[in-house]
């Protein structure tokens, strides 16, 4: 029996948002990743406590100029609006006040059930949209994953991967590719 | 490594519709299947050719008091709104102005490419629903098939499928089971 034809409708960014705007998805954590609406995960208390110490740590060493930004969207491609845990972009607050950041310099996913979604999926995701510098903080492991030098690989969900991923645990610190002179101890980033 | 989360929002039917009523979808082929948009094929002329004969052979064959509705929404339950090629209800047109026929005495889906996929997902989705004679005009074997009898089955895709299962060739007839209408030739279903 030949394959059955099933495809879910791919939303674009640009619906996806007019109706976020009209309040469609009111109380519904959702992400549109690759055009599909995806459903988050419910949160639990470690995920929630390393969300809170990577935004103060990220908060309290960037250089005027760049600010972070917590579970909030990024307009990433056509048909992907994620809402990383946090995202490092350039700017204030205000800039974007009428439409997402498309670009950060950091994007830091914390991940526990969502670990292998946030290593394949969204890895690729933010591969194929060029983000140079993507972590893990994989509290399973209790290590930091540093995702980088993004490139093709037709294997991948969305046809690309990081060809770097490097594992690093306290006491090391990582320093920010699009921002060297940031540089965080590992240790301040896992609960 | 675990199975990642990855869960497609479900969408109710109330808010489909609501979509459906501002123009979201406009030009757009979609139906709701057990919470999933999924986008309709294209059809081809076999397909457009036995719909039509469909529609022809029962309009004739069908009592005052019932309508075919042809690619017409039902409401058939709360996460579904499918559009199946020819429905038999009971009524008038101007009793669905309102709101969708949520019942069909008949459904009947032309098939080609999607032959697994109206055997499988809609003949589940129908049994689910109570649907109690469900025919799929099988295009790749020139025969009609008569799905009857749902019951549970938590190996189908909704949880329900149809026990008894017959095929008519050129030559046979067949009678619809819940409309007061003359048993049609399998040949004039079949272009």
Not at chain 1, 62 to 85: H, K, M, N, Y
Not at chain 2, 75 to 86: C, I, Q, Y
Not at chain 2, 150 to 169: E, K, N
């Amino acid at each position: 029996m030949k394959q059955a034809p099933f495809t879910s409708k791919r939303w674009r960014r640009v619906e996806y948002e007019r109706l976020v705007d009209v309040g469609a998805f009111e109380g519904e954590p959702l992400e549109l990743l690759g055009g599909q609406l995806i459903v988050a995960e419910p949160q639990h208390s470690p995920h929630a406590a390393a969300v809170g110490m990577v935004g103060d740590t990220l908060r309290a060493s960037l250089p005027p100029g760049w600010i972070i930004r917590v579970q909030a969207p990024v307009a990433l491609d056509d048909e992907s609006a994620p809402e990383p845990d946090v995202a490092v972009v350039r700017g204030s607050h205000a800039d974007y006040r009428r439409a997402h950041p498309a670009r950060a310099a950091l994007i830091v996913e914390v991940a526990e059930s969502s670990l292998a979604f946030d290593r394949a999926q969204k890895g690729s995701l933010y591969a194929r949209a060029g983000i140079a510098d993507y972590w893990i903080v994989n509290l399973v492991d209790r290590v930091v994953e540093v995702c980088r030098d993004p490139g093709p690989d037709l294997t991948a969900p969305f046809g690309w991967r990081y060809s770097s991923v490097e594992r690093v645990r306290p006491p090391a610190t990582l320093t920010l590719l699009e921002l060297p002179q940031v540089t965080v101890p590992v240790a301040a980033l896992l609960p | 490594m675990k199975q990642a989360p990855f869960t497609s929002k479900r969408w109710q039917r109330v808010e489909y519709q609501r979509l459906v009523d501002v123009g979201v979808f406009e030009g757009e082929p979609l139906e709701l299947i057990g919470g999933q948009l999924i986008v309709a094929e294209p059809k081809g002329s076999p397909h457009a050719t036995a719909v039509g004969m469909a529609h022809d052979a029962l309009g004739v064959a069908i009592p005052a008091g019932w309508i075919v509705r042809i690619q017409d929404p039902l409401a058939l339950d709360d996460e579904s709104a499918p559009e199946p090629d020819v429905a038999v209800v009971r009524g008038s047109r101007a009793d669905y102005r309102h709101a969708h026929p949520a019942r069909a005495a008949l459904i009947i889906e032309v098939a080609d490419s999607s032959l697994a996929f109206d055997r499988v997902q809609k003949g589940s989705l129908y049994a689910r629903a109570g649907i109690a004679d469900y025919w799929i005009v099988n295009l790749e074997d020139g025969v009609v098939e008569v799905y009857r009898d749902p019951g549970a089955d938590l190996t189908a895709p909704f949880g329900w499928r149809y026990t008894s299962v017959d095929r008519f060739r050129p030559g046979d007839s067949v009678a619809p089971l819940g409309v007061p209408a003359a048993p049609l030739a399998v040949a004039a279903l079949l272009p």
